[in-house]
Antibody, heavy 119, light 106 residues
C-alpha cells in the first residue's frame, strides 16, 4: 500500500488550495479514506472522510463549509479542496486508509504535505 | 467524543515498563487504536480494536481496556520506542485522537 500526497504550499489567508493523494497497492474504490492534519508541534486532528463510492462524506466542525473531500476512483486519487483558509489551518496534511473497508483504525498513511497559511 | 491521554510526558529508562492511559468521554466499545509517531514521520498503528497488535508490531506492545478506559503497555522499552503515542476512537463520528503522550528517555 502506498499513499502519496501533493499540492501543499504557501497560501494567503482567505485563499484556496487543493490537495491530492495518489493511492496504490490496494483496491482503492472499496475503502473509506480520510484526511488527518497535524499543526506544527501539535497533535493529530481528523479532518474529513469519504466512503469508497464517494457518496458519503464526513467533516470535522473546524472545516465544515470550507473544505470539500472528493475522490476519483478511476484515477485512484483522493482530493481535499480547501477554501477560505485560515492561519489555524497551517499543518501537515496526511491521507490515511481505513483498515476495514468501512471502518477501523488507520492502517496506512502517506508521508504528508505541508500547508502554510500566512500573509 | 473527547479522548484524554495521560501523562502528557513519561520519562522512562531503557528496559523499564511504560504504561500509557487513554480515557474516552463516552463509551467507544473496543473501537480504539494506538499509534506511534516519531519526528518527521507519519503515525504508525500499533494496536487496533483496543488489544490486537498490528502486523509486524513487537510483542512488547500490548493494549487493554474497553468502554472508556484504555491502556497501552510497553513491557521493556527499547531505544526505538522513544516517541509520541496517540490513542484514537473510531466508534463515532467525528473520529477523534487523544492529545498524545511523549515517551522520553529518563
Amino acid at each position: 500500500v502506498q499513499l502519496l500526497e501533493s499540492g501543499g504550499g504557501l497560501v494567503q489567508p482567505g485563499g484556496s488550495l487543493r490537495l491530492s493523494c495518489a493511492a496504490s497497492g490496494f483496491t482503492f474504490s472499496r475503502y473509506h479514506v480520510s484526511w488527518v492534519r497535524q499543526a506544527p508541534g501539535k497533535g493529530l486532528e481528523w479532518v474529513s472522510a469519504i466512503s469508497g463510492g464517494g457518496t458519503t462524506t464526513y467533516y470535522a466542525d473546524s472545516v465544515k463549509g470550507r473544505f470539500t473531500i472528493s475522490r476519483d476512483n478511476s484515477r485512484n486519487t483522493l482530493y481535499l479542496q480547501m477554501n477560505s483558509l485560515r492561519a489555524e489551518d497551517t499543518a501537515i496534511y496526511f491521507c490515511a486508509k481505513r483498515f476495514r473497508e468501512t471502518g477501523g483504525c488507520f492502517d496506512s498513511w502517506g508521508q504528508g504535505t505541508l500547508v502554510t497559511v500566512s500573509s | 467524543i473527547v479522548m484524554t491521554q495521560s501523562p502528557a510526558t513519561l520519562s522512562v529508562s531503557p528496559g523499564e515498563r511504560a504504561t500509557l492511559s487513554c480515557r474516552a468521554s463516552q463509551g467507544v466499545n473496543s473501537n480504539l487504536a494506538w499509534y506511534q509517531q516519531k519526528p518527521g514521520q507519519a503515525p504508525r498503528v500499533l494496536i487496533y480494536d483496543a488489544s490486537t497488535r498490528a502486523t509486524g508490531i513487537p510483542a512488547r506492545f500490548s493494549g487493554s481496556g474497553s468502554g472508556t478506559e484504555f491502556t497501552l503497555t510497553i513491557s521493556s522499552l527499547q531505544s526505538e520506542d522513544f516517541a509520541v503515542y496517540y490513542c484514537q476512537q473510531y466508534n463515532n463520528w467525528p473520529l477523534t485522537f487523544g492529545g498524545g503522550t511523549k515517551v522520553e528517555i529518563k
